[in-house]
């Protein structure tokens, strides 16, 4: 298996390396995974300066420490954390699109 340290691939490699990979579907899934986990560090770093959490850049930046710290002290991190922490469902994911799009069309 090909591995890929947090995304930092140029796509002209990433293309050879899943053109001499025997099974690109896994290398690419989980180049995505490993994408997907620094977007979650990313937006919860961003959070922790927005609401002003305090967790400084030496400490642990996780989520039963975000959560500890905001607990009732800011309502608006506490609806963040929760929504943040929330386990996935995709049977009860909800997007609402707007009203106006139409779905049907392939021009979009």
């Known amino acids: 298996m ?6 930092n691939i140029t796509s002209r490699v990433w293309i050879k390396k899943t053109k001499e990979n025997a ?5 690419c899934f989980k180049g ?12 919860l770093d ?15 930046l996780s989520i039963s420490e975000f959560r500890k710290r905001v607990k009732g002290k800011n309502s608006h ?5 929760e929504a943040y922490d929330a ?14 799009r139409n779905l049907d069309d392939d021009s979009i």
């Open 2 to 7: 090909i591995g890929c340290q947090g995304g």
């Open 23 to 27: 099974t690109p579907f896994e290398f």
């Open 32 to 43: 995505t995974l490993v994408n997907l986990k620094g977007t979650l560090d990313y937006l």
């Open 46 to 60: 961003e959070y922790n300066s927005k609401y002003s959490v305090g967790i400084g850049d030496n400490e642990d």
């Open 77 to 81: 991190a506490e609806s963040f954390i």
């Open 87 to 100: 386990p996935s469902d995709p049977t009860t994911i909800q997007i609402t699109m707007p009203a106006q």
